[in-house]
């Protein structure tokens, strides 16, 4: 058969998804060291536990705009919405730490974090004068504890980059979709 040249809205979200990946690549020693300062903090209060993470970041479906996804395993024994209070008393009075969110009572308790570090090389995301697009210096993060329960994120990021492995024309549609419906304030 004949290959077909590429159409505009083809090179288009070529052109999306390299930029995308030039953002997301300019964070990567941020996102490290937002990281790297958790999993430190955590591992002092907890030295037994585990720190992973998981989602859009080791999916590869990473846009400037994304979280850090994040979870605790082997925490000590206690209710999932106890441990994410003390993580929020934990991280409260860290230097880098802005603004710390415990929602300790939803279906999967929570903390959220929103960091500011020095990693990265000071540029804005894929598009600087996006609002959507937080500040090179500024990542948000959140932490979940898995108590009593297999935690779902790390299997659900293993099956999506096991797929794309498969299929890696669905990760450009993917990031085009997600980057869309986080304009459209339908990212939750």
Not at 77 to 86: E, K, V
Not at 146 to 158: E, K, S
Not at 163 to 169: I, K, N, S, V
């Amino acid at each position: 058969p004949m290959q077909r040249a590429p159409t505009p809205l083809h090179s288009e979200i070529i052109g999306f998804v390299d930029s995308n990946d030039r953002g997301v690549q300019q964070q990567l020693a941020l996102r490290q060291e937002v990281f790297n300062r958790i999993l430190s903090r955590v591992r002092e209060a907890w030295p037994l536990c585990e720190v992973a993470c998981y989602g859009s970041m080791p999916a590869m479906l990473c846009t400037p705009a994304s979280d850090i996804d994040v979870v605790v395993l082997n925490a000590p024994a206690a209710p999932a919405s106890n441990l994410i209070h003390t993580l929020h008393t934990l991280f409260q009075g860290e230097a880098w730490v802005v603004g710390a969110t415990a929602l300790a009572h939803a279906e999967m308790p929570l903390l959220k974090l929103q960091c500011c570090c020095t990693g990265g090389d000071g540029k804005g995301g894929a598009e600087d004068d996006d609002p959507t697009t937080p500040p090179a210096s500024m990542l948000d993060a959140d932490i979940s504890v898995a108590v009593g329960f297999d935690h779902q994120g790390i299997a659900a990021t293993n099956v999506v980059r096991n797929e794309m492995r498969a299929l890696p024309a669905v990760r450009p549609l993917l990031l085009v979709l997600k980057t869309y419906l986080g304009r459209l304030g339908l990212n939750v």
